[in-house]
């Protein structure tokens, strides 16, 4: 079977519980992958605002740690996740670590990156915060490069809501 949309997939919380992402569908979705270490860190100062603006219109923000760009993310679920809520209030999930690219690729993340190639027509994620926005029908709509910040996406994710 063919992935059609984010409902065809599953994600894992830090703690090992998965959740099913059909029940993220009729949500506008914005999909992140993260890194503690990384000079696009204070993105997620950003992100925070976007769920709390946005949140109570059906607007979630699912962020990804990822070790894969300069070994910026090295902790463990659980310091990644008590780092992300001390040092900026994070309240939207945070999943476990996941590998965006190469042979260890999460299922989710290579139908992310099918979905919505970058620039030139490149399916690997570059770097740490790359972002992906999806409909409430549980498809991709766009692609937003690392140095993209949450800022500048608040129009494409009002236009979905």
């Known amino acids: 079977m063919t992935a059609k949309t984010i409902a065809d997939f599953t994600a ?3 703690n090992g519980t998965q959740i099913n992402l059909a029940d993220k569908l009729g949500k506008v979705l914005l999909v992140v992958n993260t890194a503690s270490k990384c000079g696009f860190t204070p993105q997620y100062d950003g992100l925070e605002k976007l769920w709390r603006d946005y949140g ?3 607007f979630e923000v699912i ?3 990822c070790n894969q760009f300069g070994g910026q993310e090295p902790g463990s679920a ?3 996740d008590q780092f992300c809520r001390v040092n900026f209030g994070l309240s939207f999930p945070l999943m476990g670590k996941v590998e965006v690219n190469g042979a260890g690729t999460d299922p989710l993340w290579q139908w992310l990156k099918d979905s919505a190639p970058g620039i030139l027509g490149t399916k690997a994620v570059k770097w740490n ?4 926005l999806i409909n409430r029908e549980g498809q991709v ?3 937003f490069a690392p140095q993209v910040t949450p800022e500048k996406m608040a129009a494409a994710i009002e236009a979905l809501l």
């Open 141 to 143: 709509v766009e692609r």
């Open 63 to 65: 962020a990804f740690p």
């Open 12 to 14: 894992t919380l830090p």
């Open 129 to 132: 915060f790359t972002k992906f």
């Open 78 to 80: 659980d310091e990644i």
């Open 56 to 58: 109570d219109r059906g």
